[in-house]
């Protein structure tokens, strides 16, 4: 029995990673570095200091790589603002799930200024009970730590929990955890994706509300 949803954000909770993209390149652009739309993809989940490590060649310090982070982080924030919006068949799988007394929780590599803005800008700050940001992990996906801390806060067994996730990394992460996954085809193929063996694999919300609902 499920009795909890974890949502990833970046790809899922939002369709944004086209515009997390533009953010990467864009940054690495101004710092006279070049990064491939696949490798972004590629690294999806993983830690902002995964990203700043392989951009720059080169260890990235706790401080330095704070302040890298916000510059990329705001650009992100300004390129995606005029975009930003629920896919189609999420509010109602969010309003199902509150109605059934599901628990619903997020957790992102992305950081809290992210969230924020995901949260308050889509009015959903108050749809989920649990919120895990990168600062409250220590191993980025396809570790399962960020689920586990979700699982833990919200006080749920892990293979009661049903994760949602768009990316390779990602659901490598839940299953590693233990937990369930359903898996989007918003960000990668889904061939991809169904070599990762999720249990559910859908091309949207509004197809994989039909699973759910």
Same mark, same amino acid.
């Given at each position: 029995? $499920?009795?909890?949803? #974890?949502? @990833?954000?970046?790809?899922?909770? $939002?369709?944004?990673?086209?515009?997390?993209?533009?953010?990467?390149?864009?940054?690495?652009?101004?710092?006279?570095?070049?990064?491939?739309?696949?490798?972004?993809?590629?690294?999806?989940?993983?830690?902002? *200091?995964?990203?700043? &490590?392989?951009?720059?060649?080169?260890?990235?310090?706790?401080?330095?790589?704070?302040?890298?982070?916000?510059?990329?982080?705001?650009?992100?924030? &300004?390129?995606?603002?005029?975009?930003?919006?629920?896919?189609?068949?999420?509010? %109602?799988?969010?309003?199902?799930?509150?109605?059934?007394?599901?628990?619903?929780?997020?957790?992102?590599?992305?950081? #809290? %200024?992210?969230? @924020?803005?995901?949260?308050?800008? !889509?009015?959903?700050?108050?749809?989920?009970?649990?919120?895990?940001? *990168?600062?409250?992990?220590?191993?980025? +996906?396809?570790?399962? @730590?960020?689920?586990? $801390?979700?699982? &833990?806060?919200?006080?749920?067994?892990?293979?009661?929990? !049903?994760?949602?996730?768009?990316? $390779?990394?990602?659901?490598?992460?839940? +299953?590693?955890?233990?937990?369930?996954? *359903?898996?989007?085809?918003?960000?990668?193929?889904?061939?991809?994706?169904?070599?990762?063996?999720?249990?559910? !694999?859908?091309?949207?919300?509004?197809?994989?509300?039909?699973?759910? #609902?």
């Amino acid at each position: 029995m $499920v009795k909890a949803y #974890i949502f @990833d954000m970046d790809g899922t909770l $939002v369709d944004n990673c086209e515009w997390h993209v533009l953010a990467w390149r864009e940054f690495a652009h101004r710092h006279g570095r070049d990064i491939s739309r696949k490798d972004i993809l590629d690294w999806m989940g993983a830690t902002s *200091a995964y990203y700043m &490590e392989r951009i720059f060649g080169r260890e990235v310090g706790a401080e330095e790589c704070a302040e890298l982070t916000r510059e990329k982080e705001a650009l992100y924030r &300004e390129m995606y603002a005029p975009h930003l919006a629920l896919p189609d068949g999420l509010g %109602d799988i969010l309003a199902d799930a509150r109605r059934r007394g599901v628990r619903l929780a997020i957790a992102t590599g992305g950081s #809290i %200024d992210n969230v @924020d803005f995901v949260l308050d800008g !889509l009015a959903l700050r108050d749809a989920f009970e649990v919120v895990v940001d *990168a600062s409250q992990y220590a191993r980025g +996906k396809p570790a399962p @730590d960020c689920y586990l $801390v979700a699982a &833990e806060r919200l006080g749920v067994d892990p293979s009661e929990c !049903l994760v949602f996730e768009d990316a $390779v990394g990602g659901v490598r992460a839940a +299953k590693s955890a233990g937990m369930k996954v *359903a898996a989007v085809t918003a960000t990668m193929p889904r061939e991809a994706l169904a070599a990762e063996g999720p249990d559910i !694999l859908c091309g949207s919300f509004v197809e994989m509300k039909s699973r759910l #609902i």
